[in-house]
């Protein structure tokens, strides 16, 4: 049928999962080829906040080095949320919860974190899809357990694990909720 547009695939959460990789990537050429790190270049500090504000959007999209476990479990996690929440919120309101999510999670690390610790990573963005998701759960009356578990074992994870920024999950949950409750009155008839 001509004039309809059908949804396929899920193209902002390819396009985030894209981006860290090439941003990945780069991590590696650069340290192989400068003596610059891309990590200190586009991760976040609070004290960098006045100066260098963009910071708290571009830490999301690097991750640690050398070992691609971070990038792994985070690019893993966000494709598993990303096929479920892209279709629901369509495109557009998908990459406007995960942005939102990360900018969340750095007023976390802001607001609860060491002003001259670097943090890096999506996980603000993820924990952002976990809150929006216990959101939307809630609202179609669906089982939350299985949600509070991951975010519990996660959070959990977080606190007693060294060198995870816990404040940017902190952030990012909170944010990624109330930007699901936001979302909510277009989600109506949808299951």
């Not at 109330?178 to 008839?189: A, D, E, Q, V």
Request: aromatic share 12%; net charge positive; charged share 10%.
């Amino acid at each position: 049928m001509q004039g309809v547009r059908r949804r396929t695939g899920w193209p902002v959460t390819w396009t985030v999962i894209g981006i860290c990789v090439l941003v990945w990537a780069a991590q590696w050429v650069t340290r192989l080829v400068t003596p610059y790190d891309l990590s200190t270049i586009l991760g976040y500090a609070p004290a960098l906040t006045d100066t260098q504000p963009w910071r708290m959007l571009t830490s999301g999209f690097v991750h640690a080095m050398p070992s691609p476990v971070h990038l792994l479990l985070n690019m893993y996690t966000l494709y598993l949320f990303g096929r479920m929440l892209e279709p629901l919120l369509g495109g557009w309101r998908f990459a406007v919860l995960f942005l939102l999510s990360v900018l969340g999670g750095s007023v976390g690390v802001l607001l609860l974190g060491d002003p001259w610790v670097l943090v890096i990573g999506a996980s603000g963005g993820i924990f952002g899809l976990f809150g929006a998701m216990f959101v939307f759960m809630r609202h179609f009356r669906n089982s939350v357990t299985s949600i509070l578990v991951l975010i519990g074992i996660n959070l959990v994870f977080g606190f007693l694990v060294g060198g995870i920024a816990w404040q940017a999950h902190v952030g990012g949950l909170v944010m990624g909720a109330l930007t699901g409750l936001l979302m909510l009155p277009g989600l109506r008839g949808h299951r």
